[in-house]
């Protein structure tokens, strides 16, 4: 199984600040893919990133794919109390199945008004 | 749209008793999933449907049987529940490989005491 790590596990912050998590693994990944979950729901798919080198914004969020592809990192920029939950990264194994997706551990995402 | 519904939200169980939580997408996906989400573990695989009449083991399959019953639906059994199988169980749904986006249900809290 590869393994996804995520960093860091916790993150609390004041809002309007900025902020990156990662995900690094020494294994290659066709896709990588970020999530968020707030609590008493399922992950939500954010992005997902395919080439490595790949960069992708979301209004705040930037999301870059290493050139790799072994890891990514997600940005915010000026941070909200809305983006508060568990960031996922999740990646999907290279010359694998097409069906699995290996799940890092999550970063839990604080952001104090 | 209700996406991916799942039945029941919570459940509390005595060991060795037995249960089956369902699983229903309406958006006409191929591929279905259920994963379980542990504390400090993220989410794991537990067994795949990558399309009607097939299913497949993913990197936690033991103790629990699934079932494709159809198009849309795929249901999760734990034949004789153990406590080490409380957590949060999640169903998921894509159209087809991993690029596709992946839809997760509400998640079904499961307690086995």
């Known amino acids: 199984t590869q393994l996804l790590e995520q960093s860091p596990q916790f993150l609390s912050i004041q809002e309007g600040e900025n902020l990156t998590v990662y995900c690094n693994s020494s294994s290659v990944f066709s896709s990588l893919q970020w999530y968020r979950q707030e609590p008493g729901e399922g992950p939500v798919l954010l992005v997902t990133v395919v080439t490595g080198g790949e960069v992708k914004k979301l209004k705040r969020l930037t999301f870059q794919f290493g050139d790799a592809r072994k890891d990514s990192s997600l940005h915010i920029t000026a941070a909200q109390p809305g983006d508060t939950g568990l960031y996922l990264c999740a990646g999907e194994e290279s010359g694998g199945s097409n069906y699995k997706l290996t799940f890092g551990k999550g970063t839990l995402l604080t952001v104090n008004p | 749209n209700a996406g991916v519904t799942q039945t029941p939200k919570f459940q509390v169980l005595k060991t060795g008793q037995s249960m089956t939580l369902q699983c229903a997408q309406d958006?006409?996906?191929?591929?279905m999933y259920w994963y379980r989400q542990d504390p400090g573990m993220g989410l794991r695989l537990i067994y795949y449907?990558?399309?009607?009449?097939?299913?497949d083991k993913g990197e936690v399959p033991n103790g629990y049987n699934v079932s494709r019953l159809n198009k849309r639906e795929f249901s999760l059994r734990l034949e004789s529940a153990a406590p080490s199988q409380t957590s949060v169980y999640f169903c998921?749904?894509?159209?087809?490989?991993?690029?596709?986006?992946?839809?997760f249900g509400e998640g079904s809290w499961l307690t086995v005491v």
């Open positions: 958006m006409n996906h191929n591929s």
């Open positions: 449907s990558a399309s009607e009449g097939t299913t």
């Open positions: 998921a749904s894509t159209l087809g490989k991993l690029r596709n986006t992946i839809y």
